[in-house]
C-alpha cells in the first residue's frame, strides 16, 4: 500500500487532533499549550517532508480516499506541499516569538492549528467543494486568530474580516455550483473534461470562472480586493501578522492556480484572451499600486502589508504568462516572500517589544542598541527588494525571463519598476537604523529571548539558501509545473 495516502491524512488530520489535545487540556497552562503547539507542527512537518520526497520519486499523484457521491480528491505534487512547508516552517519560527511574548492563551493556539489544517487542506484538494470547505477552516481560524490581539478595534478588525471572506467565499461557491451545473462534477480532473466538451467560450462557463476568480481574488487580497489585509495587519500582533501576509494570500493565490491549470486549463485562457489580458493588468495594477501606497507609509507593518499586495500582485502575473519559467519564478517568489515578509513581522515585534518602535521616526539609531536585529532587518530587506543572491532575487527573475521569452515585455518591465519601487521604501528604515540617532526608549536585551534572535537569523539564512538552491529546485519543481501546464 503506497504511504501517500497515510501520510496525506496524517499531514492535514494531525494539526486538528493538536488543536483538540490544546483544547481539552484542563490545567489551563500556557506552557503546556505552546508544547502541544510545538511538538504537533514538528510532526507534521516531517509528514509533510517525507510527502514531499516520495512525490519527488513518484511524480504527481491523485488520491481518491472516498468516491462519489462525497467525492473526496487530493491532488498531491512536490508544489502543493511546498505551499504547506512554507505554513509549518513560519509557524514554527513563529513559536519562538510566542514562547515570551505575543498570545499565549488557548484560543490562539487551537485557531494557529487549525490555520494549518485550513492550509493543507486547500493546497491539496483536488475537488471544488473541498476547496471550499478547508477555506472555510482556514476563514474561522483566521478570525480567531485577529481575535486575539488586545489592541483596540481588533474584534471589530475581526469580524470585519469574516464577513468580507465569507463573500469572497460565497462567490467561489457560486462558481462551483455553475461550474458543476456544466459538468455534473466538482472533481478537478473530471470536470475538467467536461468543461472542455461543453466549451470554453460558452458563457456559462465564463461566469463560472469570474465567479471562482473574485472570489478566491478577495481572499488573495489582489486590488481593489485588498482593504481587509490592511486593517488585519494594523489591528493583529505581530505574529498573526506574519501569518496574514506570509500564509493567508498563498494559499488563495495557489487555490486559483489550481482552479485555472487544473479545471479551466491553459485552453481557457487561449479562448478568452480579454479575459487572459484583464486578469495579467489586473495583477500588474495590483503590484505597482501596492508598491507604491507601500512607498507612502511611515508604520512599519503599513509598509509590509501594502508590500503584500504587491508582492501576490507579481506572483499572480507570473503564474498568468503559463510557461514553465514564470511559474516556476512565482512559485519561488511565493515561498520567499512568506518567509520573509513573516520574518519580517517578527523583526517588527521584536523592535516594538524593545524599544516602543513601531515608525521610521522610532527607527532612529537601532543599530547602536541591537546590531543583530539591525543586520537582520537588512538581510531581509535585501531579499524584499530582490537583490542577488536572495530568495526574491531569484523569483523576480525567473517570472521576468519567462514573461520577456513570451512576449509579455509589460510584465518584465513591472518586475523591474517593483524592485525600484522596493528600494524607496525600504532604504530610509536603513538609513534611519544605520545612520539615526537614538533617542527613545530601550527596555534592555533582557525582553528579547534568544529564540527570537534565532528565528529570524534562520529565516535569513533560509531567503540566501533558496536562492543559491535554485538551480536545484528548479530540476525538482520539473515534472509537476510541466503537469501543471500540459
Known amino acids: 500500500m503506497s504511504l501517500v495516502g497515510p501520510l496525506t491524512a496524517g499531514v492535514v488530520v494531525l494539526p486538528a487532533v493538536g488543536a483538540l489535545a490544546v483544547f481539552l487540556t484542563g490545567d489551563r497552562s500556557e506552557r503546556r499549550y505552546w508544547r502541544i503547539t510545538t511538538l504537533t507542527l514538528s510532526l507534521t512537518t516531517l509528514l509533510a517532508i517525507a510527502l514531499a520526497v516520495l512525490l519527488d520519486l513518484g511524480g504527481p499523484t491523485v488520491y481518491r480516499p472516498l468516491e462519489a457521491p462525497i467525492g473526496i480528491t487530493f491532488s498531491l505534487d512536490v508544489l502543493s506541499v511546498t505551499v504547506g512547508l512554507l505554513d509549518v516552517v513560519l509557524k514554527l519560527g513563529i513559536l519562538c516569538y510566542t514562547r515570551t511574548a505575543g498570545p499565549h492563551d488557548g484560543a490562539f ?26 477555506l472555510l477552516v482556514l476563514i474561522v481560524a483566521t478570525t480567531r486568530l485577529i481575535a486575539c490581539s488586545d489592541k483596540p478595534g481588533s474584534r471589530d478588525t475581526a ?40 466549451g470554453y467560450a460558452e458563457p456559462a462557463t465564463i461566469v463560472a470562472f469570474v465567479f471562482m476568480t473574485i472570489g478566491l481574488g478577495l481572499l488573495a487580497a489582489l486590488i481593489p480586493l485588498h482593504g481587509w489585509l490592511i486593517e488585519a495587519h494594523a489591528k493583529a500582533d505581530d505574529p498573526v501578522s506574519a501569518l496574514v501576509s506570509g500564509v493567508l494570500p498563498a494559499a488563495a493565490v495557489y487555490a486559483l492556480v489550481r482552479v485555472l491549470y487544473d479545471v479551466f486549463t491553459v485552453e481557457f485562457l487561449a479562448a478568452n484572451p480579454t479575459i487572459a489580458s484583464g486578469m495579467i493588468n489586473g495583477a500588474l495594477v495590483s503590484l505597482l499600486l501596492g508598491s507604491l501606497l507601500a512607498f507612502g507609509q511611515r508604520n512599519i507593518k503599513g509598509v509590509l502589508a501594502y508590500s503584500t499586495v504587491s508582492q501576490f500582485g507579481l506572483v499572480f502575473a507570473g503564474l498568468l504568462v503559463a510557461n514553465e519559467t514564470a511559474i516556476f519564478g512565482s512559485v519561488i517568489q511565493l515561498f520567499g516572500h512568506g518567509i520573509v515578509k513573516g520574518a519580517f513581522c517578527i523583526v517588527a515585534g521584536i523592535i516594538a ?11 532612529d539609531g537601532l543599530a547602536d542598541r541591537a546590531p543583530v536585529v539591525s543586520v537582520v532587518f537588512a538581510g531581509l530587506g535585501i531579499a524584499l527588494i530582490g537583490l542577488p543572491p536572495t530568495v526574491g532575487f531569484v523569483g523576480k527573475w525567473y517570472i521576468a525571463v519567462g514573461a520577456f521569452a513570451d512576449g509579455f515585455w509589460l510584465v518584465a518591465l513591472f518586475v523591474i519598476v517593483s524592485t525600484v519601487l522596493t528600494i524607496g521604501y525600504v532604504v530610509p ?58
Not at 114 to 130: A, E, I, K, N
Not at 442 to 459: E, W
Not at 461 to 471: F, I, K, Y
Open 429 to 486: 528604515f536603513l538609513s534611519r537604523i544605520y545612520f539615526g540617532s537614538f533617542e527613545g526608549t530601550d527596555h534592555g536585551r533582557a525582553v528579547v529571548t534568544t529564540l527570537m534572535i534565532a528565528a529570524i537569523v534562520i529565516a535569513v539564512v533560509l531567503s540566501v539558501a533558496v536562492g543559491l538552491a535554485s538551480v536545484f529546485l528548479e530540476s525538482l519543481f520539473r515534472e509537476a509545473i510541466e503537469q501543471l501546464v500540459s
Open 159 to 198: 469580524r470585519g474580516y469574516r464577513r468580507t471572506a465569507s463573500l469572497g467565499v460565497t462567490a467561489y461557491v457560486v462558481g462551483v455550483v455553475l461550474a458543476a451545473w456544466l459538468g455534473g462534477t466538482t472533481d478537478h480532473e473530471r470536470l475538467a473534461a467536461e468543461l472542455a466538451t461543453t
Open 353 to 363: 517589544i524593545r524599544f516602543d518602535a513601531r515608525t521610521i521616526d522610532e527607527y
Open 109 to 134: 493556539h487551537v485557531s494557529f492549528l487549525l490555520f494549518t489544517t485550513g492550509v493543507f487542506g486547500v493546497v491539496f484538494s483536488g475537488d471544488l467543494v473541498l476547496t471550499g470547505g478547508f
